[in-house]
DNA sequence: TACTACCTGTGAAATATTTCACAGCAGAAT
DNA sequence: ATTCTGCTGTGAAATATTTCACAGGTAGTA
């Protein structure tokens, strides 16, 4: 058996939106797929896409391309969960709500367990099945929840406390969306999102195509 | 002069995060700023800061590093709006309701201006100086508002269509947040930020570094 | 002035990622 | 059975991005 080291980053990237993007196409109409449609799709290379199936050993047919069951089989095998995946929800304004929203019940195995906050009024409220907590009981918790994950949708002045607090009960990987530059140990994964940074980049490219004849003005 | 091509994607976030980090890091103490020290801050390499400061052609001193102010000057020429961009956001739910509370007043030159919805409900409303209208409005108060980009806070079943309705207004840019693959035209920008995929990402580390005594066990 | 310490700017090397281009395969058609 | 078509898998090339490593500069110190 090969074991291979870890997928790229970006490979992983395409892969869960390969995956997302072929449930939506199966149907009892499209039981395959070519790459050159799922490049249509998701504007992906073909031969990207398929060296991306290569890194994760699935193989197509060069009759019909790739069944897409098995095919998303094989994804699931190479980056998805086994068993299940606990999630924190620090912050419960209405950037916490707006992200349980979206998410809860979106995956059989990525579920949020727990929200906190240290507002009172929003103590022991449930929103969409999950409870909110005081951030004192972070530790007790994320303990008997078995929560590894937590998504940070807190004002800037609190998140790298409660960051760290959640660190130390156990979390190992971070979805922040406070505009913050977390410092946390080696060990911890976090992925940023800052909604601002991401609206400045639109704009960047939004000034480069306003009047573009062709598309490279990044600067004049 | 030298007019060079654009700036790549991945220096262009490096300068906004550099940008943004510098901006707190300013102070009477801190006027000047050594690429070490950056680096401590940020997490990229010294080499790359260096580099990518070269690429907007802006030199530091070999004695004190960069001096911040007319770092930020120098960063805000290459890649910042130099008068007001618009934007509208569209799907005035929750996740819209946060997006605005999030942005809006935090930059200058970005102004949210108007956010769309098709609930009669919630027409009219004001939100943060942001009024909603309804979708059939959109043609109008884009070019009313002079609005070049938008936020997709909706529901995937209308983002489709609401989006080429932008887009036959003149948006040039999307934030997309619908977790839906948008089909729009060529010469428009997209970036998607579909949360549930950044969950999904985040639990792979989380999975990765759950026992892992090294780093590099993606796949067993 | 001379020496030290530490920094930037950058060519060149290293690495990572994507694309090219084609051999080889599998079903369809005749 | 043979030919045709269109696809995959993949070595090799191309491109993009990052790091190395060091020449050269500037202030501080004696």
Redesign the pocket.
Known sequence: MIVTSSI????LE?LLLYRWTLKNYLDPENTH??????SEITG???????????SIG?????????KIKDLINAIDKAICPHSAQNIAVAGIGQLGKAVINYIQGRSTLLKIKAAFDNDPEKINKVFHGVRTYHTDEIEKIIRKEDISMAILALPPANAQEIAMNLVNAGVKAFLNYSPIKLNLPEHVYIENRDMLLAVEKIAYFARSLKKGTDENEGIS
């Open positions: 790229p980053v970006k490979t395409r797929i070519v790459s050159r449609r799922l992906f290379s073909p031969a990207q896409i398929r060296r991306d199936f290569m699935y193989s197509g047919s060069s009759a019909h391309g790739y």
